[in-house]
């Protein structure tokens, strides 16, 4: 397979990832602002975090999708997925209370597999960057 078909599919998981991330906590919103509201580390941006990130999710969804900005978007996805799985040890490690914020399936995960398969999510981020590459020749001295 030829290593831009790898970004291509890379990229396409984040899409669905991250578009099914965003829509699961609209689709229940009351519940997700909730769920922050319980949470001791983000209360206080509960109102903002409820919207703003989903919202972050679908932008990023949508940028890996155009080829030409596609490197940025892998760069936003392991931002993303570094800022979940840093909330994810924070919660589980000082937190008295763990609430789970995430929807559809990402739900059903224990925190222990939800922190491993963020890894896995950033390890494949890294990957799709190194694959990117740079497309540009080098350049040549004049002489």
Not at 74 to 93: C, D, E
Not at 100 to 125: D, E, K, P, R
Request: charged share 10%.
């Amino acid at each position: 397979m030829k290593r831009i078909q790898v970004v291509r599919l890379i990229a396409s998981f984040f899409v669905v990832l991250f578009l099914y991330a965003a829509l699961s906590k609209l689709k229940a919103y009351d519940t997700f602002v909730f769920q922050l509201n319980r949470s001791p580390f983000v209360s206080r941006y509960a109102g903002w975090t409820a919207w703003s990130l989903p919202l972050g999710e679908i932008l990023v969804a949508l940028v890996l999708l155009i080829p030409s900005i596609r490197l940025l978007g892998l760069f936003a996805s392991l931002f993303l997925m570094s800022l979940f799985t840093a909330y994810i040890f924070v919660m589980t490690h000082y937190s008295y209370y763990i609430p789970c914020s995430c929807g559809g399936v990402l739900n059903q995960m224990s925190w222990g597999v939800h922190f491993y398969f963020n890894i896995g999510c950033m390890a494949l981020a890294v990957a799709g960057i190194f694959l990117s590459g740079s497309r540009r020749p080098p350049k040549t001295e004049a002489l």
